[in-house]
């Protein structure tokens, strides 16, 4: 059984499914954006990205 890894939000501390927050930039670096209460982050950088 395969298990989606839990984010937690930095904003309002809810847990949600990785695949669903975050979404991959074609410069290598993701966008989290929060389910619960519509917050993002951007340009987060990656190992990629470096």
């Known amino acids: 059984m395969r298990r ?3 984010v ?3 904003f ?3 847990q949600q499914p990785l695949a ?3 979404t ?3 410069n290598q670096n993701v966008i989290f954006t929060c389910l619960h ?3 993002s ?3 987060i950088v990656t190992s ?3």
Do not use: F, W
Request: with cysteine; aromatic share 0%; charged share 30%.
């Open 4 to 6: 989606d890894p839990k």
């Open 8 to 10: 937690i939000c930095p």
């Open 12 to 14: 309002c501390h809810q």
């Open 20 to 22: 669903k927050t975050l």
């Open 24 to 26: 991959a930039q074609s």
């Open 37 to 39: 209460c519509h917050e």
């Open 41 to 43: 982050i951007r340009n």
């Open 48 to 50: 990629k990205g470096e």
